[in-house]
């Protein structure tokens, strides 16, 4: 009766298991497919117990889809889950915890506006009462504070989820699964929104739960941090498992592996030559869909022939900031100049008619319309004006023959023209998004997470179209979360948190500084290499535009 | 000497803009201020209004000069809204706000109750009486709604709960009968709503208008084959028996309205309180909140996302369907067509402007109450102010607050959206 009870009320409690043995699982050809793709294909892994086992992949690998089946977010078409030797079956993430196995997804699954304890006692909440279900707070709160306290992970129960910092959403997360006494915790991307810092914060985290016995399954694409933290790293391609590897291998060799080629994780470029001051931006405030000041104070300038890289961690004003000189966003104070042409106030065609070219950071959304085909996609700022139609007609061999130009000038893999966008890959997605921005005379080039969620293949192409794009004397802003993009690509880089500048620095700058920078720790200025005042480069360009790089460098 | 600082928050802190929220209300207050000091206080008759303290008009009586009152209440309005708009008390802005429209009321009704009377318990029994649809639907919608499903067919939950409350307590001779068929005759059309929305993904505000719609069309149709031709029959259900409290009834004003009632007033108040207190404090609301914030964190921990909002609005339905049975079992004594005349759009108006909070849609249901009581007597008194104006109220208040004037309404971030795995 009781049972029957159970299993027909939609509330009833996730069991907890006591057991101590530590956990030992086993994927045994796992299989998924959607449709015509086989997303994995007959996967076996093993992870022992008290490991960090890496799953390393390009997105769209099949990483993600390979452990929501083991978190029971999907069910496998074929193969078996194993753990300590007893085959399961997960229907839900119910089943998966009631195993130990529990999920901090990239996406944090937490609720805005309830607290850290209600969150972290959600679907295993202490209640009272009986069938009322009247809930126990004050246990949800001491449980949490106990949890954080066992394993070194401060939260504070009663704060709102909202209100958190992203690094301490993650923390909650981790606490979240620990308090449902997993033994196994799949980490899917963790370190894509964390500073430097958070993430070595979090690397010893892992580290200290692996020591008490806990194994961790690491998701990630960034071989450096692979190889610090992992004990055994497999490495996904397309679907299927291409090797194991040990974290001494280098990253050249684990990038092959990922890609199936060998890659250069280097951009080639030659030193730049920057002219004339192209985008002035001057004390620009802005504020964010809610209100709030999201860029407070921003001065920039781009010139000719530069990358000028905004660093910073998602969320510190860099979409607002690239949103307002589009004309995407009112700009509250300011000024945004264009070849000394105010652009504030003006509508976004008008800005782009004006020679700028904008890679949105969000692709599916604001980059493409993906019911479009390519050829269309490729049109979508032009389709009013002459050679691809008027304010009547589209011209449509205008239009598939500019699109046969582009696939091929900028390697779009695609059957034909014709096809949806959206059932092209990511990176050849950007690749429609960057053939049509720089298919128009460019006196500034914006790109937002030019590489975001793209194969390592596309991101070499990519970054190689920015640099060409720069040496034909374009001014070119790149703002990224990816650090070693940054690092990669800019001529300069401006570190941004919470709204402003806090620092121009040279890409030679170490590492850690501009880490630094980014969780907004300034040291004096000396401990920052400004950029070099002196540069050849520099005497060329107007004298006014030398004293001003030189005071951004040093502020 | 290296200098290590962390960026603190507060260095972005915008300078406050002088348009708070406080100001433009105490704009608005101070407006309708002289609108009651000036214009009421000029219309107004030096005559007295009594406010008597029954339903009629004998017995004791607060009485008041209606020219005096209504200019003295409006300057209090216009005081209420100065000190918002000088930017004092801060933090007894809602506060304010409350006396503030308060006051503009009192000042009307001084204006148009001078030289007349006005039966306080009257008024009171009326807008609670006019109010129990309403909370009652409303509440419906927040069981709905903070699970993520949008319930815009309160109206037809509403006559299917009237007409059903109609027919099957006529057949069965019993009230009780009826009021339990009234529920079923809800959780019909909340079951239809919920497997098209839940189910099969349909857009929730369409589905919702269609509901109404067929509830309206099968109604009116059954009315008219099965009822009219034979009311006695089918249309003359039993009435719900007023209760009278011993003692309490006899508290002043507040008694007969309250404690010499039917016991629909009575579910409705515990309803209230007990959805309150189990969205707030039970695992059942704890699940059913995030359900209506963010499904997919609720499903990661092992809930069952479409499960709980089947639960939730079918339990809508019975709520709403306890509505409808007010019209037939309570309100007139028969069924007729389209009786509900948009009582479940009110229902809705009240839901949003409570801020889909149990307590808030209960006081938002009072107001409107109170609105279409008040429109009633002044027709019956031969106001010169069309009641029309005091019947657009629900929806004028409803834009008001969904326009932001009164706090922002948030609604549940996940409300409408339907919940597909992966």
Partial sequence: MAERRLALDPLHQVQHRSREIPLKLELRGITKRFGDLVANDHIDITVEPGEVHALLGENGAGKSTLMNQLYGLLQPDEGQIVVNDEPKVFRSPRDAIASGIGMVHQHFMLVPVFTVAENIALGAENVRGGPLGWLDRRRARR???????RFGLPVDPDALIEDLPVGAQQRVEIVKALTRDVDLLILDEPTAVLTPQETDELLAVMRSLTEMGKSIVFITHKLKEVKKIADRITVIRRGQVVGTASPDTSEDELAALMVGRAVSLEVDKTPAE?????????????????????????????????????????????TELVEAVMGLREVRAGTVELDSENLAGLSTKRILRSGVGYVPEDRSHDGVVKEFSVAENLILDMYDSTPFGNAIRLDTSRIASNAKERVAQFDIRCQSADTAVGTLSGGNQQKVVIAREMSRPLKLFIASQPTRGVDVGSIEFIHGQIVHERDQGTAVLVVSSELDEVVNLADRIAVMYRGRILAIVSPDTPREAIGLLMAGVTSEPAAVAPVEEDAPVEEAAAEEEAGGAGEEGTK | MSTTTVQELTAVTAPEPFWTRQRRLGVALTLLGVLAAAVFGALAPGETARFTLSDNAEGAAISINGQLGAVLFGLLTLAAGGVLLAGLAKRWSTLLLGLGVLTFVLSFLCWQVAGQFMPLVDILSGTVQLALPLILGALAGVLGERSGVVNVAIEGQFLMGAFAGALVGTMAGSVWAGLISAAVGGVIIAAILAVLSIRYLVDQTVVGIVLNLFALGITGFLYERLMQPDAEHYNAPPQMPTWKVPGLSDIPVLGPVLFNATGLLWLALALVLIIHFGLNRTRWGLRTRAVGEHPTAADTVGIRVRGLRYLNVLLGGIVAGLGGAYFTLVATGSFTKNMTAGAGFIALAALIFGRYSPFGAFA???????????????????????????????????????????????????????????
Wanted: hydrophobic share 50%.
């Fill in chain 1, 274 to 318: 920057p002219g004339r001051a192209v985008l002035q931006v001057k004390g620009l405030i802005v504020d964010d869909d809610r209100g709030i000041r999201a860029v407070d104070g921003v001065d920039l300038e781009v010139r000719a022939g530069e990358v000028l890289g905004i660093a910073g961690v998602q969320g510190n004003g860099q």
């Fill in chain 1, 143 to 149: 449980e949490v504070i106990e949890t954080s306290k």
């Fill in chain 2, 364 to 422: 938002a249901a009072l107001f409107f109450g109170f609105a279409q009581k008040l429109a009633f007597y002044l027709s019956a008194i031969n106001s010169p102010v069309p009641s029309q104006f005091l019947s657009m109220l629900p929806y004028l208040a409803t834009i008001v607050a969904v326009a932001g004037l009164v706090g922002r309404v948030r609604a549940p971030a996940a409300d409408g959206i339907p919940y597909v795995k992966g």
